[in-house]
C-alpha cells in the first residue's frame, strides 16, 4: 500500500495550480505520489464546484435553532448551580444535547472552588494591601498561622458549577467557605524562606490571648525570629491573621515588648499567606494515612506529613508572593488562584 500525502484543500489546489501549469494527471500525481484516479477527481471537482473543499455533508438535523440555543445558554448562564436534570425538564431536551449545546458555547460542569467570602470593605482592605507591599522582600517575612485537624485527613465537598473555561474564581462560580468552630487538635506553625519550624500543638481548651502570648509569642516566636534574623541587621516581619487572639490589645502590647514586628494582613485573605499551602499539603498527606484513633496518633501523623514537605516547595510558596500580590491588583482585591 502507498503512503500518500493528505489530501487536505491545500494539497488539492497545489493539484489544480499543477493542472493549470500543464502538468498531465499522470505527471502531477508522480510529483505528489497521488494515485492517478485521486488527482483526477480532484481536477474534476474544481471544474463542477469552483472548489477545493469537501461538499457539506448531511449529517443529523439539529434540534435546535439558533435563537433557541441563545435562549438554553442564557438559562444556563442565570442558573449555572442547577444540575442537567433541571435543563433536561425546562427544554425538553436530551441531557447529551444540552451538554453539546453547553460545550459550543464553552460552558463545562465543574467542581466550584471554595473561597472565604470577601465583603465590599474587605476587598479595598486587600487593594490596600496590595499597594502597600510594593517592592516588599518577602525573604524577611516570617509566616505564621493555626489549622484545626481532624481524624480522616482532607474533605474537599466541592459542589458542581456551569461555567466557562478560565471563570473558575468569578465571584457568581466561588462557593463560600464559612468557619467552623469544631476542631480536634489546634496546631500552629511558622515558615519563612529556607525555613520550617517545627509545629506546636494547643492542648485542649478555648485558645486566649494570655495562652497565645505565653505559648507563641513568649515560647515559639521570639526564638524563631531571632534564629531567622541570625546575624544579619534586616528587620523581620511577621504575618499573623486577623484573629481576636492576635489583634487584642494585651497581645499587641506583648508584641511590642518582645521586639516582634507585625505585617499588617487584610481580612478573609488565608490566600495571601502561604502557609495555608502548607496546611492544605500536610491535610493531603493525612488523607493517605490511617485514621487516626486517638488525638496522639493525630498529632504524630500530623508532625509527619509537616516534616514530609520538601523546603524547595517552602521556598517556592515564598518566592512567589509577588506573584500573588500583582494577582490581588488583577483581582481588584476579589479571590485569586491561591
Known amino acids: ?196 519550624f517545627p509545629l506546636h500543638f494547643f492542648e485542649p481548651g478555648k485558645i486566649k490571648s494570655a495562652r497565645y502570648i505565653d505559648e507563641i509569642l513568649k515560647g515559639k516566636l521570639k526564638s524563631y525570629v531571632r534564629r531567622f534574623k541570625g546575624s544579619s541587621n534586616a528587620t523581620i516581619l511577621v504575618v499573623e491573621d486577623n484573629a481576636p487572639i492576635h489583634n487584642s490589645g494585651v497581645t499587641t502590647l506583648a508584641r511590642a515588648k518582645l521586639g516582634i514586628r507585625r505585617l499588617s494582613h487584610p481580612p478573609s485573605s488565608p490566600d495571601l499567606n502561604p502557609i495555608e499551602w502548607m496546611w492544605r499539603a500536610v491535610k493531603r498527606r493525612l488523607g493517605f494515612m490511617p485514621r487516626a484513633s486517638n488525638l496522639e496518633m493525630l498529632k504524630e501523623q500530623i508532625r509527619e506529613a509537616w516534616e514530609d514537605i520538601p523546603l524547595s516547595y517552602v521556598n517556592g510558596l515564598i518566592t512567589r508572593m509577588e506573584t500573588v500580590r500583582q494577582a490581588v491588583v488583577a483581582a481588584r482585591g476579589l479571590h485569586t488562584p491561591y
Not at 433557541?68 to 425538564?89: C, G
Not at 456551569?162 to 480536634?184: D, T
Open 1 to 196: 500500500m502507498v503512503r500518500t500525502t493528505p489530501r487536505t484543500p491545500t494539497k488539492r489546489g497545489a493539484v489544480i495550480g499543477l493542472h493549470a501549469s500543464g502538468l498531465s494527471k499522470s505527471a502531477i500525481a508522480k510529483q505528489l505520489g497521488w494515485p492517478r484516479s485521486t488527482v483526477r477527481d480532484v481536477i474534476q471537482r474544481h471544474l463542477e464546484t469552483g472548489s477545493c473543499y469537501d461538499r457539506a455533508r448531511s449529517g443529523r438535523p439539529r434540534k435546535t435553532s439558533d435563537r433557541d440555543e441563545r435562549l438554553i445558554v442564557r438559562d444556563m448562564y442565570n442558573n449555572h448551580w442547577e444540575p442537567w436534570q433541571f435543563f433536561v425538564e425546562r427544554h425538553q431536551l436530551a441531557e447529551s444535547t444540552l451538554r453539546g449545546i453547553a460545550m459550543r458555547h464553552g460552558f463545562f460542569k465543574r467542581a466550584a472552588r471554595r473561597k472565604v467570602v470577601i465583603s465590599k470593605a474587605n476587598k479595598a482592605k486587600r487593594q490596600e494591601w496590595a499597594r502597600e507591599n510594593v517592592g516588599q522582600d518577602w525573604t524577611r517575612v516570617l509566616f505564621t498561622d493555626e489549622a484545626s485537624f481532624e481524624a480522616g485527613g482532607l474533605r474537599d465537598r466541592r459542589s458542581p458549577v456551569l461555567r466557562r473555561v478560565g471563570e473558575e474564581y468569578a465571584l457568581r462560580n466561588i462557593q463560600p467557605v464559612f468557619r467552623s468552630g469544631h476542631f480536634s487538635v489546634m496546631a500552629w506553625g511558622c515558615i519563612g524562606i529556607n525555613r520550617k
